[in-house]
């Protein structure tokens, strides 16, 4: 199998791993997993926001002339505005540059001290946003906020991955998908509820970002610190009582001996980042840094989400149509989350993205044929047409929402060692931010230029991301997150790189032992 899967072969600790699911447990991820809440809260609120006319005619009275102009222009071309989509990139801007500090806090202070500062900083990016009476101070909230994000998307995936037992890792980081996935959704029809409020309808929709940050703050000051940082910081009886709670028993013997491993390793490593160019890292690197972040934003989805007011609207909802787009699209992602925390333990990662990304291929292309057949003339598409589309959406969204969305986070999140993980999942957030930043900068334009061919060209990118999958990411669905490693060391491709014999130190290394996953 290309994918490099693995059998237990015997000499694995994860064999004598021991837990249940206690409340306590519960508790401290539902707590943790509030931090996506804040991401998908931006996500769904600032595009209403952008839309609202009060907004505009204070902030940008070009951009509201031209909406009720009516300018002879094609379809594809009519919300090409670079100074408008700067104000939405301009966070993701911020998130980009702030995770390189975010992760000494997550590394020397610990994952819940970093998504308290997250909660603080998009607390007052809210508070900022909602008081603003000039662009300066709209470009400042979005800063905090982006701070508030960067923090939040490095530090809660892994304490998620980190409290989770090995069985179900990917159930539990994927609480952060569907989390995020609420927020846009409360967001959408938050806007839907303020827009008809003038003058200050706005306010109050970006002004109530601070409310999942206050949520978000007040839970950290009770949730527990993962037994990985603890050990980290050399904390060692702090953590053994924090794993035997999360676990829900005595005997974590095997998975404490794992972690103090990995902790002897980390204390060797004085720059992380550094660390991360070694050769042994470099499927880290490519796959969990580089290749997973920058191809979640480049599938379409944005693409897609773009689209469903136009098609919502030719189907006759009328004005509203944001509404019903937003409730069916979102819908869709909140369900394709639920799918996958439910079965992506049980699947796979791979089958996953695999599966996923035929649909989304199909899709595209689909979606691309009927617009270049059908629209961008300047007349409304007809209720068949529309109906294919809105069919084509929900698909789409669904495979996205249970594959590329949330294991864009759960497998960077699962594949670090210890001694990089701070690190690496600092420049994991950095390309998906910059990616976000780009796409939201550039799509218009770019769809403008290109029309029906960005789909047919997300189609294409989408190709090549699924074989990337298939031929470079070995299986990782219940292996224990301090023996990822061992799957370097055996993938076909990989273990050039990291088998013991190719150290770039010199160093013997134990021959390698086989991780603890079922799949064959």
């Known amino acids: 199998m290309a994918g490099g899967a693995f059998v237990d072969g015997g000499g694995s600790r994860a064999a004598h791993y021991e837990y249940k699911i206690t409340s306590y447990f519960i508790t401290a991820c539902v707590i943790g997993s509030f931090g996506g809440s804040l991401f998908g809260y931006d996500l769904g609120v600032s595009g209403g926001v952008t839309s609202m006319d009060d907004f505009l005619k204070k902030f940008f009275p070009k951009v509201y002339e031209r909406k009720h102009h009516h300018l002879n222009e094609t379809d594809y071309c009519k919300y090409d505005d670079q100074v408008l989509t700067l104000f939405t990139s301009s966070l993701y801007y911020a998130a980009l540059i702030s995770t390189f500090g975010v992760s000494y806090v997550t590394r020397n202070k610990?994952?819940?001290?970093?998504?308290?500062?997250?909660?603080?900083?998009?607390?007052?990016?809210?508070?900022?946003?909602?008081?603003?009476?000039?662009?300066?101070?709209?470009?400042?909230?979005?800063c905090l906020l982006g701070v508030g994000i960067g923090f939040g998307n490095q530090a809660v995936p892994l304490y998620l991955s980190e409290m989770a037992p090995a069985k179900i890792r990917g159930a539990v980081n994927q609480l952060f998908q569907l989390t995020t996935c609420l927020g846009i959704l409360v967001a959408n029809l938050i806007n839907?509820?303020?827009?008809?409020?003038?003058?200050?309808?706005?306010?109050?929709?970006?002004?109530?970002?601070?409310?999942?940050?206050?949520?978000?703050?007040?839970?950290?000051?009770?949730?527990?610190?993962?037994?990985?940082?603890?050990?980290?910081?050399?904390?060692?009886?702090?953590?053994?009582?924090?794993?035997?709670?999360?676990?829900?028993?005595?005997?974590?013997?095997?998975?404490?001996?794992?972690?103090?491993?990995?902790?002897?390793a980390a204390r060797a490593i004085k720059n992380p980042f550094s660390n991360l160019l070694k050769r042994k890292n470099r499927p880290q690197l490519i796959i969990g840094s580089l290749g997973i972040p920058a191809f979640q934003q480049l599938t379409g989805n944005?693409?897609?989400?773009?689209?469903?007011?136009?098609?919502?609207?030719?189907?006759?909802?009328?004005?509203?149509?944001?509404?019903?787009?937003?409730?069916?699209?979102?819908?869709?992602?909140?369900?394709?989350?639920?799918?996958?925390?439910?079965?992506?333990?049980?699947?796979?990662?791979?089958?996953?993205?695999?599966?996923?990304?035929?649909?989304?291929?199909?899709?595209?292309?689909?979606?691309?044929?009927?617009?270049?057949l059908k629209f961008g003339k300047g007349e409304e598409l007809?209720?068949?047409?529309?109906?294919?589309?809105?069919?084509?959406?929900?698909?789409f969204v669904l495979a996205y929402g249970r594959s590329w969305g949330p294991l864009g986070w759960l497998v960077p999140s699962e594949i670090f060692p210890l001694e990089t993980r701070s690190a690496g999942q600092s420049i994991v957030v950095s390309v998906n931010m910059l990616f976000t930043a780009l796409v939201a900068q550039f799509f218009l334009k770019a769809l403008c230029g290109l029309k029906f061919g960005i789909f047919l060209l997300f189609a294409g990118l989408i190709i090549f991301m699924?074989?990337?999958?298939?031929?470079?990411?070995?299986?990782?669905?219940?292996?224990?997150?301090?023996?990822?490693?061992?799957?370097?060391?055996?993938?076909?491709?990989?273990?050039?790189?990291?088998?013991?014999?190719?150290?770039?130190d010199g160093q013997e290394i134990q021959k390698p032992r086989k991780p603890n996953n079922e799949t064959a």
């Open 110 to 142: 610990g994952r819940r001290m970093s998504i308290m500062c997250g909660a603080v900083s998009f607390f007052a990016g809210g508070l900022v946003n909602a008081a603003a009476e000039n662009i300066a101070m709209l470009i400042i909230g979005r």
């Open 466 to 504: 699924s074989c990337f999958v298939y031929f470079l990411l070995p299986e990782t669905k219940q292996v224990p997150i301090e023996e990822i490693y061992l799957l370097w060391q055996s993938h076909w491709f990989w273990k050039r790189y990291c088998a013991p014999d190719a150290n770039e």
């Open 192 to 264: 839907y509820g303020v827009q008809s409020i003038h003058p200050w309808g706005w306010r109050l929709a970006l002004g109530l970002a601070m409310v999942p940050a206050a949520i978000m703050f007040v839970g950290g000051l009770f949730a527990p610190e993962t037994p990985n940082s603890l050990v980290e910081q050399g904390k060692l009886d702090e953590a053994r009582k924090i794993l035997e709670k999360v676990r829900g028993t005595p005997n974590v013997d095997a998975e404490f001996a794992d972690l103090l491993e990995a902790s002897e």
């Open 302 to 372: 944005n693409s897609i989400l773009f689209y469903a007011p136009v098609i919502f609207q030719s189907l006759g909802f009328g004005s509203n149509a944001s509404l019903y787009s937003s409730v069916i699209t979102n819908g869709a992602l909140v369900v394709a989350a639920l799918i996958s925390m439910a079965l992506v333990d049980k699947f796979g990662r791979r089958k996953f993205f695999l599966e996923a990304g035929c649909e989304m291929i199909i899709t595209m292309v689909a979606v691309g044929v009927t617009l270049a």
């Open 382 to 395: 007809s209720k068949g047409i529309s109906a294919f589309l809105v069919i084509m959406i929900f698909v």
